[in-house]
């Protein structure tokens, strides 16, 4: 049995430290070649001296100093470039893309080009350039297998169609905190209030993401992608207990589905260990104790996020890469006290209707609409900062 090196983009974030947590699981099957992060440094060098790591990435050159310091056998590089790079060395077998937001595209990107197997959690590279990252896949002989428990899912029921067309893909999603709220209080929920999901511990940006059912319209687009599957085929089911993480309905009705519980783990190993299924620990289903399975449409009214990603696949050309961008920033307002709850799809909205529209954008105009979009979005926010 052959180890698997992996590099981890955002090991310090949910996804990555689960991975991590894997890891430590299967001392035997994987080893650590490099960690990336952001801002938290503590937790890096953390990270590092646990699992022995050769190279880390800190992005915030504030930051360097202090891991530079505290890591004086490990190799301690700087900046975005540096993890793209390493993502393509010769070592790394598998490339965890656990980086939240438009910042992953390029390490992700460079990994696809060295034709490397991503296991994919990054939603928004595939949102923000899903034609251009995916004929990159292809040009390059890349492997993706998702890490998103909806898109592992799809994958694991397809796994089972011996190429059978695809009917319909039903992608559930838990409702978020506020699936049974009316609107006027979804109005005036509250940062607190809206980062606690039923379900799923998350970071806070893909928490609020939740919330809003925008995690659910990127997701959408990101099966499109990964799937070879026109949006319309494409079913937003709300099925608040979180057990059947999704669905694929074939010609003659007969509906594939993948149970477990919420538990990251479990899409995270498959990716990294395809096509292998590794004992986890943890929590099973017991069948015996479940209560029941619902499920609802979606309310595009409550959450109209939703509404604004399939309007985005509709559109088409940058858009959706303008709605990426303007829901990064929107989020990041709202969770600093700038905005209301519902200024997050309001601001999205005009930032569609207000960038430059570009019908085949190539990588360099997805970099532009990228800056352009977040730059509208903060140019529309209230100058007001409210008490959350």
């Not at 190279?55 to 915030?60: D, K, L």
């Not at 040009?139 to 319909?168: M, T, W």
């Not at 800056?371 to 979005?377: E, G, I, P, R, V």
Request: glycine share 6%; with cysteine.
């Amino acid at each position: 049995m052959k180890q698997k090196t992996i590099a981890i983009l955002g090991s310090t974030g949910s996804i990555g430290t689960q991975t991590l947590d894997v890891v430590s699981q299967f001392p035997e099957r994987f080893s650590v070649f490099m960690l990336s992060a952001n801002n938290s440094a503590d937790l890096l060098i953390e990270q590092a001296l646990r699992f022995h790591v050769p190279h880390v990435v800190i992005c915030n050159p504030q930051k360097y100093a202090q891991v530079k310091e505290a890591l004086p056998g490990v190799q301690v590089h700087l900046g975005i470039e540096a993890a793209c790079g390493l993502v393509q060395a010769p070592e790394v077998d598998v490339v965890v893309a656990a980086m939240v937001g438009f910042s992953g595209l390029k390490p992700t990107l460079a990994a696809i080009r060295a034709a490397k197997t991503l296991a994919l959690a990054n939603k928004e590279t595939l949102v923000a350039a899903g034609p251009l990252v995916m004929g990159e896949v292809e040009r390059c002989g890349a492997r993706i297998y998702p890490v998103d428990s909806e898109h592992s899912a799809i994958f694991q029921c397809l796994e089972g169609a011996k190429g059978n067309p695809v009917h319909l893909i039903h992608l559930t999603a838990s409702g978020g905190p506020f699936r049974t709220w009316p609107r006027e209080q979804i109005a005036c929920a509250t940062k607190a209030e809206a980062l606690k999901h039923p379900n799923w511990d998350m970071g806070a940006k893909i928490t609020i993401d939740s919330a809003t059912m925008m995690n659910k319209g990127f997701e959408v687009i990101e099966a499109k992608w990964l799937f070879n599957v026109p949006a319309e085929k494409i079913h937003v089911v709300v099925h608040p207990e979180s057990i059947i993480h999704s669905m694929v309905e074939f010609a003659d009705g007969a509906v594939i589905a993948q149970l477990g519980c919420p538990d990251m783990r479990l899409p995270i190993s498959l990716a990294m260990a395809y096509p292998e299924r590794l004992p986890l620990s943890g929590k099973r289903l017991d069948f015996k104790t479940l209560q029941g399975l619902s499920f609802f449409e979606p309310d595009r009214v409550k959450f109209p996020c939703l509404q604004l990603a399939f309007d985005a696949i509709g559109r088409g050309g940058n858009i959706p890469c303008a709605m990426n961008a303007a829901n990064e920033a929107a989020v990041a307002a709202f969770l600093a006290g700038r905005i209301a709850f519902y200024d997050i799809p309001r601001t999205i909205a005009r930032v569609m209707d207000g960038v430059n529209f570009v019908g085949n954008p190539s990588l360099d105009d997805i970099f532009a609409t990228h800056n352009q979009a977040f730059h509208l979005a903060e140019q529309s926010f209230p100058e007001v900062w409210r008490s959350f």
